[in-house]
């Protein structure tokens, strides 16, 4: 690093000790913001200001928010590696910018070794926490720690009293031609913003202050954004700094942002910085504030820092009030424009008559115009607002009042207000035309809302409980006429009946009326009665039964799939020579009970699937895949090649480093440089793809891929389809010595004057090479498009696997969300729609994931709820897309964690029971969407990091609920995983443990 710059000073505490100001976030490339979220709000309860910016932050942003926000401390979590140089590079930028006084603090769980702790301590950091801290100390007391190690040694500067001139002022108050925006200068304009805050000032230096401002900062202007709590206003604040910014380029912009103190404890959420994306410009400059007051919604020495803000020569000073009732309008006071953010929320018409803010506000923005009523309430707005004026006459459209929906990108709702809004600056304030007036098209001047799924459909989820619900209550019915029919039929067989039809057959209409004893033709009419209760799909099923149970208890059963003939032995000889049923054929007795068994479990490979969706295990190909990745593409594809090693079929499965996991490049800055390879493996161009699975005939019937990503899921199956792709072009190129000699001649000429790309290091058993002849080139460079397309459709329809992609599971759980929910799911859309079109029917197009949902705390009820509800979401969008259920269904598998709670022993009986269910009774589904496929991977949550070679016997028993409950591929853990990257000898382990119990 750069020498540090000079240190600034920092500010003194009021005799009353000013609150603590702490930084919170979770680390670059880092989803996992539960325990984050948890430290934080106990910082708070201690009286603390916390200023949180959520998870995925770079240090850059982190320590520019510090710097800002004049902040007394940083707080950090840091799950997913690359935390040594995460930290240090924090360390040396915050002293670099003069702010060596802030004190940094960490936790990561057990993926920071105690030696890693000691060395970051070394280097500056204040403490990294780690689990045995929290066991010894507790988590209240580990955050009291954290709050007096904030707080110790009084004034960081040594001053009993705040100087402007000494804190480096003089050139933030308008007295030199510096950079606000320089990093001194923030640090500089953040420490004075302090002083304002806390009182801290001498008097006569801010008297002399404020004149200084005055002087030179008369002509901005300030805009006053105030409105409900929850109504939106962060991001139309954001919205509107990202088209200031676009349209005016030179325009350099303040925030504050004011959020409430909590009366209890003194100490705040000021939360807005998460909702602010363009934060990121060097161009604006925001300052979080608490209102340290009750009842209100500003803060006392509000006036004086938008003055001093003023002063320093911003072109506009946004400031944002935390959430107001119906009679608040202090902001009115502070801004020369006032605009209020509202939503429809707000009761009945009457309820607009109270709120203040539609007298003073010189635009309103009604927000999140997508929820139900908001075209009534607009129109109910804006006759409030003429009301209130006496303007009956004004036209709705020149009425300030403009419907948003800030949360969508691009909304020209949003659009629409920012050029109004321009245009009544100019007009209110006389502010100069050519520099306020932007320059885009606003064609559109209403918001376009998404919709995803048709408002006639949204009760999908509740009918499709009802609907099983009610299907539970119709097989009971059917199995009371059953078991009434059997009654019958047993009675008229003891009474020697001698026109006793078989089983569940039905008596002749003459054998009902023929005289003869009364009784028995009552027997005989009750029991007709009974049997024509039953519907003909469960009546055939009762006469079909004991024809299967001989197939399933016979030595041999054979049946027919796709016209083929498999002949599949029922037994299995023990080393004691008893023959061991492969199915466990039921005894029921009963035709009530043999119904409500039919109805609900039935035997594997029959609906409803809930004992499996195939007849039997599949015996050529266990259902081992184990994750792999780590570092470069040529040491995961050295892991492949050693798990596949004597196993009959490849079933790979990756594991991404968190870099890729969020669609960034490989970077030598060190928070990024830190996490490359880390916890996976590092994918960021189509060579490394292909160095990834060389050696693997990605087109085998043997070979099967699974992906585990989300975010940029699309790239990524695009770089695997095209390495799939390209291995068949190798393929037939060198099926003729003359077409790859001719191939070479193109390859060589490619690559004239440049060195070509290569596997670096010695190819692994059983690499024979394939995939690594096209690096850096493609196939077709190679081939006349004729031949190049039909290799390409023949790939498409032949290649297995899966890739995750589930974006529902991500904005609720694991957070690698790089795009919105709307457009992340608009995209997996597309990716259906190709795979219905070029008949892509061997690969899943999402996994749709519990496992991420589980480790982020859920039980296995919930874990399954969340992830049907995703399903079912997913199944609604693609038929609103216009997709058949039949073209996509087929495309979706699942993905579960199987802990050690006993629900976890039926969850794949329960997931696969309400799937085809609902796929034949609600969708109308053929037998293919009907059946449910799931991986599930033992639980990482309930790895211990103490004497983890216990691991072991957790995930063997986790790993035998799977198997037995029918899952159709299953990962287990490796024992260590609790504590590092898993190793070649922990991977044999966990290997070992689903071969001995498959076999």
Same mark, same amino acid.
């Given at each position: ?14 005799a ?12 670059l490339?880092? &989803?996992?913001?539960?325990a ?17 910016l ?55 769980? &057990? ?41 110790k ?13 000494s ?18 200068s ?75 103190t909590?009366?209890?404890? &003194? ?26 007051r ?10 004086d ?78 006759k ?47 502010l ?138 029922n ?31 039935n ?25 792999? &990745? ?116 193109k ?7 440049r ?93 749709i ?10 039980n ?56 085809a269910r ?23 949550r ?16 986790q ?30 382990r ?8 498959n076999?």
């Open positions: 690093m750069s020498t540090p710059a000079p240190q600034v000073p920092a500010r003194a505490p009021a009353d000790a000013a609150p603590l100001r702490f930084v919170t976030a979770a680390s490339f880092d &989803g996992h913001d539960a984050i979220n948890i430290m934080r709000r106990l910082i708070q309860s201690q009286g603390a200001e916390v200023i949180h959520g998870h995925n932050r770079s240090v850059e942003d982190v320590v520019r928010a510090a710097l800002q926000e004049d902040a007394d401390a940083i707080a950090l979590s840091s799950y997913q590696g690359g935390h040594v140089e995460y930290f240090k590079y924090m360390v040396d930028m915050l002293r670099e910018r003069g702010a060596g006084h802030i004190r940094v603090f960490g936790g990561g769980g &057990g993926t920071i070794t105690p030696e890693e702790i000691r060395e970051l301590q070394a280097y500056g950091v204040e403490r990294i926490y780690h689990p045995n801290d929290g066991m010894k100390m507790g988590l209240v007391e580990m955050i009291e720690d954290v709050v007096a190690r904030a707080a040694g009084g004034p960081k500067g040594g001053q009993s009293h705040f100087s402007p001139e804190a480096g002022l003089s050139a933030a108050s308008g007295k030199s031609d510096s950079d606000p925006l320089s990093p001194l923030e640090i500089a304009i953040g420490r004075l913003l302090s002083a304002i805050e806390d009182d801290t000032i001498a008097e006569a230096d801010l008297a002399r202050l404020r004149k200084q401002w005055q002087l030179a900062g008369g002509k901005t202007p300030v805009v006053g954004i105030t409105g409900t709590g929850g109504a939106g206003k962060s991001s139309v604040t954001d919205e509107l700094l990202n088209r200031f910014l676009a349209s005016f380029p030179q325009m350099r912009i303040a925030v504050i942002s004011v959020d409430p909590r009366r209890r404890t &003194g100490g705040a959420l000021l939360g807005d910085r998460i909702r602010m994306n363009s934060l990121r410009s060097h161009r604006v400059y925001m300052r979080s504030m608490a209102t340290r009750q009842n209100v919604a500003t803060n006392a020495v509000l006036k820092c938008i003055g001093f803000l003023k002063g320093l020569g911003y072109d506009l000073v946004i400031v944002e009030t935390a959430g107001i009732g119906q009679s608040d309008s202090e902001i009115v006071d502070l801004v020369d424009f006032p605009m209020y953010v509202m939503t429809s929320d707000y009761g009945a018409a009457s309820q607009l008559e109270k709120i203040d803010m539609i007298d003073y506000a010189e635009l309103i923005v009604l927000n999140k115009y997508d929820k139900r009523g908001a075209e009534d309430a607009l129109r109910d707005v804006r409030q607002w003429k009301r209130n004026r006496v303007a009956f006459q004004t036209p709705d459209a020149e009425v300030p009042v403009y419907p948003t929906i800030a949360s969508q990108f691009n909304d020209p709702g949003v659009s629409w207000m920012f050029a109004n809004l321009c245009r009544l600056l100019r007009e209110k304030l006389g100069p035309a050519e520099a306020w007036t932007p320059k885009f098209d606003t064609t559109l001047k209403e918001p376009r809302a998404t919709v995803l799924i048709p408002g006639q459909r949204v009760r999908y989820l509740a009918e499709i409980a009802e609907q099983g619900r009610a299907i539970n209550a119709a097989i009971d019915k059917q199995a009371e006429a059953a078991d009434r029919a059997q009654s019958f039929w047993q009675a008229l067989q003891e009474l020697e009946d001698p026109k006793l039809p078989k089983a569940l057959g039905l008596y002749d209409a003459d054998d009902l009326t023929e005289a003869g004893d009364r009784s028995l033709t009552t027997l005989r009419q009750r029991y007709n009665d009974a049997v024509q209760a039953l519907t003909s799909e469960n009546l055939k099923s009762l006469r079909e039964w004991p024809q299967r149970l001989k197939s399933i208890t016979d030595p041999v059963n054979e049946y027919q799939v796709r016209g083929k003939t498999i002949r599949v032995e037994y299995r000889e023990s080393l004691s020579h008893q023959q061991i049923p492969k199915i466990a054929a039921p005894t029921y007795k009963s035709w009530g009970e043999l119904l409500v068994f039919l109805g609900k479990e035997l594997p490979g029959s609906y409803p699937y809930t004992g499996g969706v195939y007849p039997y295990r599949r015996s050529g190909e266990d259902p081992i895949r184990m994750f792999a &990745g780590e570092g470069t593409p040529e040491r995961t594809n050295r892991r492949f090649h050693y798990l596949s090693v004597g196993q009959p079929a490849a079933r790979l499965s990756t594991a991404f480093d968190s870099v890729t996991l969020y669609g960034e490049d490989p970077a030598e800055r060190p928070d990024i440089y830190g996490k490359i390879g880390n916890s996976g493996v590092n994918i960021p161009t189509l060579d490394d793809m292909k160095k990834l699975y060389s050696g693997f005939d990605l087109c085998a019937p043997t070979t099967s891929v699974s992906m585990t990503i989300n975010g940029p899921a699309p790239i990524i199956l695009a770089l695997f389809m095209n390495t799939a792709i390209d291995q068949q072009v190798e393929k037939y190129l060198k099926a003729d010595p003359e077409r790859w000699a001719e191939a070479q001649q390859i060589d000429a490619f690559f004239e004057g060195t070509r790309p290569r596997y670096h290091g010695d190819l692994p058993a059983g690499n024979d090479g394939l995939g690594l002849g096209l690096l850096g080139i493609t196939g077709d460079q190679l081939l006349d498009a004729e031949t190049y397309a039909r290799i390409k459709a023949e790939t498409l329809a032949t290649v297995r696997g899966t890739v995750q992609a589930d974006i529902l599971k991500e904005d609720q759980a694991q957070n690698t969300c790089i795009f919105s929910t709307e457009f992340a799911l608009r995209m997996m859309g597309d990716i259906q729609q190709y795979f219905v079109d070029h008949k892509v029917r061997n690969f899943y197009s999402v996994s994931s519990g496992y991420h949902i589980a480790e982020a705390g859920a296995p009820i919930s874990q399954l709820a969340f992830t049907l509800s995703n399903g079912f979401t997913i199944v609604e969008y693609y038929l609103a897309r216009g997709m058949q259920i039949d073209d996509f269904a087929p495309n979706l598998s699942f993905f579960f964690s199987n802990g050690m709670d006993p629900e976890y022993t039926v969850i794949g009986r329960v997931a696969r029971r309400i799937w609902a796929m034949r009774e609600r969708y109308g589904a053929n037998e293919r969407s009907q059946m449910m496929k799931y991986h599930i991977q033992t639980s990482g309930s790895l211990h990091a103490q004497e983890i070679q216990f691991n072991d016997i957790r995930t063997t028993l790993a035998l609920y799977a198997l037995f409950d029918n899952c159709n591929s299953l990962h287990t853990n490796a024992y260590d995983e609790a504590i590092t990257t898993p190793t070649e000898e922990s991977v044999r966990a290997v070992a443990i689903q071969m001995i119990i076999k």
